[in-house]
């Protein structure tokens, strides 16, 4: 059920299906004037998510976020294209392939929050790279969350091999959707 919500989330949210064309964005850091360019260095590489026998994508380069993720057997694909305005800007096209990508700082950590670019309600898909330590080596983690609370929801890995050994493990120190813990 939660990769069921996770996936139908990160697709309304990268997708911007139904989106509205006119209202005021919100913004995920009020001293932003614009959202980012392109998606910063650290992200830009696929990550790889391993849970319940399937294998979820998510590729990050400068311009565009992709992924291929599972709920109940079924994969979806997704992409969004990274564009950039202003966030006092009023009026949209509408755009359902775009996406919007801002900084957001939150539980001791920077995040990055990327949203639908016709996307006036909601929260959109947040990501933080952070450094682990796993059988005395230092990896680098991906992880995905969600919700108002920003709540880490999966954790990605730069190998399928790391992804299949740790699953869907948790780490201390991450605030987790109520429901998963």
Excluded: C
């Excluded at 139908?8 to 980012?36: D, E």
């Amino acid at each position: 059920m939660k990769k069921m919500m996770l996936a139908v989330a990160t697709a309304v949210t990268l997708l911007a299906v139904g989106g509205v064309s006119l209202g005021t964005p919100v913004t995920a850091q009020a001293k932003t004037k614009t959202t980012l360019k392109a998606v910063p260095q650290r992200y830009r590489h696929t990550w790889y998510h391993y849970e319940h026998g399937k294998m979820d994508t998510l590729t990050f380069s400068a311009k565009r976020i992709s992924g291929l993720t599972y709920y109940d057997g079924q994969g979806a694909k997704y992409v969004a294209h990274i564009h950039h305005h202003k966030l006092s800007a009023k009026k949209f096209k509408k755009h359902y392939s775009w996406s919007t990508v801002t900084n957001k700082k939150a539980h001791q950590a920077q995040w990055i929050n990327v949203r639908g670019w016709n996307q006036i309600m909601g929260d959109g898909d947040f990501y933080k790279v952070m450094t682990k330590t796993y059988h005395g080596k230092k990896i680098s983690v991906l992880s995905q969350a969600g919700g108002a609370g920003i709540w880490t929801s999966a954790h990605y890995y730069r190998t399928k091999q790391l992804a299949k050994q740790r699953g869907p493990r948790y780490f201390s120190n991450e605030v987790y959707y109520p429901m998963n813990v």
